[in-house]
Nanobody
Framework: QVQLVESGGGLVQAGGSLRLSCAANGRTFSSYSMAWFRQAPGKERELAAAISRNGGSTDYADSVKGRFTISRDNAKNTVYLQMNSLKPEDTAVYYC?????????????????WGQGTQVTVSS
């Protein structure tokens, strides 16, 4: 069982930056590949970024490539999402997700554990 708690969301102007954090409990955080998903009102939950359990592999949605960076600190049981050059279309609830294993997945249904979400609002 893994419990995930996100933080760092908020209101920011277009062009600004935010850093989201996701803290996990337990001593097996390094066994889990992690991802950040986001869900805007009326839309499906979509992958924003993912990272393998050792941090050696990452992937991003085309819409965030070059602006967002996912990273993790296994000693702190935490995964981060640095978001730069934010756009109004980045407005969504951002969720942290975990799946046991070396590789990450692109679909939400493949993840076993989820945080409660944190709201990110980008004003124009």
């Amino acid at each position: 069982q893994v419990q995930l708690v996100e933080s760092g969301g908020g209101l920011v102007q277009a062009g600004g930056s935010l850093r989201l954090s996701c803290a996990a409990n337990g001593r097996t955080f390094s066994s889990y590949s992690m991802a950040w998903f986001r869900q805007a009102p009326g839309k499906e939950r979509e992958l924003a970024a993912a990272i393998s359990r050792n941090g050696g592999s990452t992937d991003y949605a085309d819409s965030v490539k070059g602006r967002f960076t996912i990273s993790r600190d296994n000693a702190k049981n935490t995964v981060y999402l640095q978001m730069n050059s934010l756009k109004p279309e980045d407005t969504a609830v951002y969720y942290c997700a975990a799946v046991n294993g070396f590789s990450y997945y692109y679909r939400a249904r493949n993840y076993d554990y989820w945080g409660q979400g944190t709201q990110v609002t980008v004003s124009s």
